[in-house]
């Protein structure tokens, strides 16, 4: 059984992802909290040590470390055979979804959920446009959702997990309620959480957290 450490801080939902990808598959890892607001991933150490593109999560395996969530998920995915595309045609919509999610849902929401959530003074007109942004992002998963399961179909898959991340945290954080605002985006995160094993980022990644200034 290969040796996992994953460096993270609890708030990632980049982490979370990788936590809880290992976490369904069975697997153990041993939590390195990282000090990301005391911004030790802008060090030239700990970039030259841990990741030299800077960013949290790191995934150690036998001590070889990987970076960059999607590719890690697709590999644990082959690695475990759970959670991948059973066919051509679901790699594909994997994929699309996948990459979305990176381009699109995950970039905006992880970035307007630090500005809103953990930045003491953030630019309204910055959140306002994140915010537009995002409720159309939202409303095409919504959409989507309204006729599928899960990202790809019938069962879950890492585009689940990848698109879900960051939108499973509490609504003071996202400032969104969900089952008011995207109900087949609500049904779909309970269906996630209904998965036998499954965790919140909070009950997976310890460690102590950011401020709060809302």
Not at 58 to 65: A, K, M, P, T, Y
Request: hydrophobic content about 40%.
């Amino acid at each position: 059984m290969p040796n996992y450490r994953l460096h993270y801080f609890p708030e990632s939902g980049n982490s979370y992802k990788l936590a809880l990808m290992l976490t369904l598959c069975g697997q153990r890892f041993e939590p390195v909290w990282t000090d990301f607001g005391g911004g030790v991933t802008r060090s030239a150490e700990w970039r030259r040590t841990v990741n030299e593109m800077g960013e949290i999560p790191v995934l150690e395996e036998d001590g070889v470390r990987l970076t960059q969530t999607a590719p890690v998920l697709l590999k644990l995915a082959e690695q475990y055979g759970r959670f991948g595309a059973a066919s051509e045609e679901e790699k594909f919509e994997l994929l699309r979804w996948l990459f979305w999610d990176n381009h699109k849902l995950t970039g905006y929401m992880a970035t307007y959920r630090f500005q809103r959530t953990f930045t003491p003074s953030p630019d309204p007109h910055v959140l306002a446009y994140f915010r537009k942004r995002l409720d159309d992002f939202l409303s095409i998963l919504d959409t989507h959702l309204q006729r599928n399961a899960f990202a790809i179909g019938a069962r879950p898959t890492i585009a689940d997990f990848s698109m879900a991340a960051y939108l499973h945290y509490p609504n003071d954080e996202t400032g969104y309620d969900f089952a008011a605002s995207h109900p087949a985006i609500s049904a779909w995160l309970s269906r996630i959480a209904a998965l036998p094993g499954w965790k919140s980022a909070y009950d997976l990644l310890p460690g102590k957290r950011l401020t709060h200034y809302v």
